[in-house]
């Protein structure tokens, strides 16, 4: 049954009368023409839904005085959908009517329409229409729309790359593209693969521009082989005037890619289950694109325990305590692929955070096997391969994020062990060698992640709807993009100035089940703006991940 309201109801009648009043030329008194189609109507009904009619018509402007105004630069289609909208708020926005509705409502300023068609675009991002949307907002200065659509389409590349819209950019646009130290190319090979593609689709005309896109790639990351076996057996290429001197000298190069530099490491979690959960037992290496570089089992090495928590030091990946060996320790080379057991916790623990200040690895908080909350904190030393305890925290607390910023250890987000959350905010001075209380959150939050770029920490994870960024200087918080999915009990990495939320949960039946995300979110702190990336290879909550340099 659908029950509607008093005041929808009035609503509706409202605009079927008004409709009915156009329908009869009641009291109409402007026809505005486009393309020779004339739609008549009432300058009061289009002044209170477009800022740019309400200027028109109130003003001095010749216009409003007219009975016939012709309306340039917009389809007479997309301007009957603009004045219907007017007479009845409802828009049926269509990926073939989207994009002369967006620059029509632009236009004409109807914001409800624009904001319409900008969540449309947003929300159908492809690798056939995000050059395409990109282009579009950059022309009406929708400045995060055009941030969403660049980052999907420098994730995209190889997708993009296949496209009728990459075979006709204009040569700016390209250069721009291939210039991006974000583009998301496996190898620099199918960077030069492109330029070529693209000057072939139309080489006549596109045979002047070859040199100069060619000196966006960066050839001292392209594999020897490949580059000699193309210069032997593609003329286009060989044939450039001074490729072979351009090849030689690295000064004119492109710059090397920043994606093309590390990878993420993904350890342990929860698969499905809750009692017992079954448990991911294999450590995955992933590209920026999420793609299975490498996978090894851990079974041999120990069983990964459930609580547990992962940083990096030099490179390597260090992973403490969990609920099996709780005071176990361990360093993972992932550019050998092996496991090296380190000394043991002092106090064994789970449910703690780690962080890396100055060359240490700082233990934090947590719980003990009889649930006993921890303030111990431990500090891990690569040279002596010792832990020592260091200042206790103020008071325990577990589930909470910790990052490290301005010479000091950050942890925030904290839960009691009564599941009672609280709005404090700790951190550690080392110079001082004590913790303090830092500017408090502002609501109290737990199970969330905490990530340090450009000296500010960003906050993502748990009950949060949205980034959550820290400014230690000035001791603010603001709020940034929305999240675009659930992300309870996730993990974070970050690479460059961009944060990878991956996995979480949802629990099925409470205290019963638990229902793992395999989705990747990435929040860009650069534009503030969040778009979904390439699934995990596998659903899980309670993980870690990690970001290392390539060897």
């Known amino acids: 049954m659908d029950v509607r309201s008093e005041e929808d109801c ?14 009869e030329g009641h009291l109409v008194d402007v026809t505005l023409c486009a393309e020779g189609k004339e739609i008549r109507c009432h300058r009061l009904v289009l002044s209170a839904c477009s800022d740019y009619f309400h200027a028109m018509f109130g003003g001095a402007h010749s216009e409003s005085k007219k009975d016939k105004i012709e309306i340039g630069g917009v389809s007479a289609e997309a301007l009957q959908l603009l004045v219907d909208f007017a007479y009845t708020p409802k828009f049926n926005i269509t990926e073939e009517n989207v994009y002369h509705q967006f620059e029509a409502a632009n236009m004409l300023q109807v914001k409800p329409v624009e904001d319409a068609c900008e969540k449309f675009l947003t929300n159908n991002l492809s690798p056939d229409t995000c050059l395409e949307v990109w282009t579009l907002a950059d022309n009406l200065s929708f400045v995060k729309l055009s941030a969403v659509a660049r980052r999907y389409a420098l994730k995209s590349f190889a997708e993009v790359c296949k496209t009728e819209e990459f075979l006709q950019l204009p040569i700016e646009f390209l250069k721009t593209y291939i210039s991006d130290q974000g583009l998301h190319a496996k190898k620099e090979a199918e960077v030069l693969d492109a330029v070529m593609l693209w000057a072939r689709h139309d080489f006549k005309q596109r045979k002047s521009h ?26 286009v290429l060989s044939g450039v005037p001074g490729i072979k001197e351009l090849i030689k000298d690295p000064s004119r190069h492109g710059k090397p890619r920043h994606f093309q530099q590390e990878e993420i490491v993904l350890l342990g979690g929860i698969m499905s289950g809750y009692d017992p959960p079954i448990v991911n037992q294999d450590v995955y290496r ?88 921890i303030t111990d904190v431990e500090v891990y030393s690569g040279k002596t ?75 993502v994870g748990g009950d949060l709807d949205r980034v959550l960024c820290y400014n230690p200087q000035e001791e603010h918080y603001e709020e940034m993009a929305k999240r675009l999915c659930r992300w309870n009990n996730c993990s974070a990495t970050v690479s460059g100035s961009e944060i990878y939320i991956t996995g979480g949960w949802a629990r099925v039946i409470w205290n019963m089940n638990i229902n793992p995300f395999s989705t990747v979110q990435c929040y860009d702190v650069s534009s503030d703006t969040m778009i979904m990336c390439k699934d995990l290879p596998l659903p899980l909550c309670e993980h870690h991940t990690v970001t290392v340099s390539k060897h």
């Open 286 to 373: 992933l590209n920026l694109d999420f793609d299975v570089v490498d996978k090894a089992p851990l079974t041999q090495i120990f069983q990964f325990k459930e609580g547990s928590a992962a940083c990096v030091l030099d490179n390597d990946v260090i992973v403490t305590g969990g609920d099996k060996s709780m005071s176990q320790a361990w360093r993972y080379k992932p550019s050998l692929n092996s496991w090296t057991r380190l000394k043991s916790l002092k106090k064994g623990r789970k449910h703690h955070g780690m962080a890396v200040l100055n060359g240490d690895v700082y233990v934090v908080g947590g719980e003990n096997r009889a649930c006993d909350l």
């Open 10 to 23: 009035c609503a509706d009648e409202f605009f079927c009368r008004l409709q009915g009043l156009r329908s």
């Open 210 to 235: 070859l040199k100069e896109l060619l000196e966006c790639v960066c050839f001292s990351g392209v594999d020897r082989d490949y580059l000699k076996n193309m210069m032997e057996t593609d003329k």
């Open 385 to 459: 391969n010792r832990w020592t305890k260091v200042a206790p925290l103020i008071y325990p607390v577990i589930h909470f994020g910790i990052a490290t910023c301005c010479d000091k250890v950050f942890g925030g987000q904290m839960e009691h062990y009564c599941y009672r959350l609280s709005d404090e905010v700790q951190f550690y001075d080392s110079t001082r060698k004590e913790w303090d209380y830092a500017t408090a959150l502002p609501y109290a939050l737990a199970d969330i992640k905490a990530c340090t770029i450009n000296s500010k920490i960003y906050l």
